[in-house]
């Protein structure tokens, strides 16, 4: 046995890099008589914890160690602390050290004792920065996972609650959780996320629920439309868990992903919640109308510019007042580029600098471009409402999508006129049609197949009845 334990000690001590590995932690100890180690990573364990626990460890007289049979009886001995598991699997001991866990070896025991005093280094649960709400909670998932889970216990206190973990990953061994109501969220699609979960062969989640997304849905790479929704309030991942769905919690990372998601779960939002029915099935329609806006305005504006006799009186003040030689779909495809560079320069910009970047970049893009020549001023200001509009809901992936129809809008316009600007809505229409959600059902339901009562809790904040049974 002595032997064997050794073996065991020189074994942990290779696996984990002992020596070599400066964060990694070894800390020999004598229990009862008995020699034991205990290993950790340093950085995820607080010393207040170490010391509470070694002191009981020291304390523990021979005679009282000798008298437990095994290592989970020694545990409810002499382990004060409260998650503490027995583990003989090295693979999976090593995994739990690496991830935070501290291992606790005994010679006289074939198992090791696993201590989950894990800290993990996290910042305050403050609100997101891109789905804010005026009235409502103000916290937000971090990157810790029992964080995350324990925002959505907190406002979700039903046994049925499930918080299942999975190991994804061959090097980074990413801790995955399904959060779902059982009863209550779909079985065929929890069972088809854990068998996904757990037979998904990738060799790190590097880009955490991105990574997972793309390795769990499987959809066509010319369907921008999104499969998943994303949010980093808690409030919104236990509403829509609440309804029956499921969330996944990625470990490293403050977005959690929402299955299954149609194009009409897009449609709500946070802030529709906190305001009364009315003002929330108002500030819904707006959106609505929002979203067609940032797909057809500039299209439509430009099919109408490309045949000027179609334009009845009444909106001859969306002519070209003074055209420049640039082609409009020209103009049209370069601004929605500079755009996007203004989004990926104002991400890059340090905060102090934000408001003096805004200023010059108006400057540059409005006033300048327009005396230079390369843009007229009804392109600038059609852009301006569309990359405002965009920002009226918190998916950037549907954002995105509707940029990339939009252009397919522009593109077919300027070489086919109307025929192509009917066939850029049917090829949107076949995209919305053939997409299917992770569940399998229509990316179109509640529209596709048709039920007015989901549809209309969709479209309409319903005021909160009494439950009177």
Not at 91 to 118: C, F, N, W
Not at 171 to 196: F, H, M, R
Not at 451 to 458: F, T, V
Request: hydrophobic share 50%; glycine share 4%.
């Amino acid at each position: 046995m002595e032997t064997q334990k050794k073996d065991a000690f020189a074994l942990f001590d290779k696996k984990l890099k002992i020596g070599t590995s400066f964060d990694m932690v070894k800390r020999p100890m004598v229990i009862g008589g008995h020699n034991a180690a205990l290993y950790m990573v340093d950085g995820f364990v607080k010393d207040e914890i170490m010391e509470k626990i070694m002191e009981f460890l020291f304390s523990a007289d021979p005679a009282q160690v000798d008298a437990c049979p095994d290592a989970q009886s020694f545990a409810n001995r002499f382990l004060s602390y409260v998650e503490v598991a027995a583990e003989d699997d090295p693979d999976k001991i090593i995994t739990q050290v690496l991830s935070g866990t501290i291992a606790l070896v005994m010679e006289q025991y074939p198992q090791v004792l696993m201590i989950d005093a894990r800290t993990y280094p996290s910042r305050s649960v403050s609100e997101p920065e891109d789905d804010k709400v005026l009235r409502g909670s103000h916290d937000g998932f971090v990157e810790a996972l029992v964080f995350n889970t324990a925002l959505i216990r907190r406002r979700i206190r039903d046994v049925n609650l499930v918080n299942e973990i999975h190991t994804v990953g061959q090097k980074s061994k990413t801790d995955v959780v399904l959060c779902y109501i059982e009863g209550q969220a779909d079985p065929k699609l929890v069972a088809k996320l854990q068998k996904l979960l757990d037979t998904l062969d990738v060799n790190a989640l590097a880009m955490a629920q991105e990574s997972l997304n793309e390795a769990l849905v499987r959809s066509g790479w010319y369907n921008p439309f999104p499969k998943v929704r994303y949010t980093e309030r808690p409030d919104t991942a236990a509403a829509s868990i609440l309804e029956g769905k499921v969330a996944i919690i990625v470990d490293n990372s403050p977005t959690v992903m929402l299955l299954p998601a149609a194009v009409f779960d897009f449609v709500q939002e946070s802030n529709d919640y906190y305001f009364p029915p009315l003002v929330g099935t108002y500030l819904r329609f707006v959106r609505m109308i929002v979203f067609l806006v940032t797909i057809f305005l500039t299209p439509v504006w430009f099919l109408l510019i490309q045949n000027p006799g179609w334009i009845p009186p009444w909106l001859d003040f969306i002519k070209i007042a003074e055209p420049n030689t640039v082609p409009i779909v020209a103009q049209l495809l370069i601004f929605e580029i500079v755009i996007d560079g203004l989004k990926l320069a104002s991400l890059n910009t340090p905060s102090a600098l934000s408001n003096s970047f805004s200023v010059v970049g108006a400057l540059i893009l409005g006033e300048f471009a327009v005396e230079a020549r390369w843009f007229v001023p009804e392109v600038i200001l059609y852009m301006a409402l569309v990359a405002i509009g965009n920002f009226t809901q918190p998916s950037f992936e549907l954002g995105y999508a509707f940029k990339l129809i939009r252009i397919l809008l522009i593109v077919l316009t300027a070489i086919f006129n109307l025929w192509g600007f009917i066939a850029g809505i049917l090829v949107m229409l076949v995209l919305l049609a053939t997409n299917r959600t992770p569940a399998g059902t229509s990316y179109l339901y509640p529209l596709i197949p048709f039920k007015w009562s989901a549809l209309s809790r969709l479209l309409i904040r319903r005021k909160m009845h009494r439950d009177n049974n």
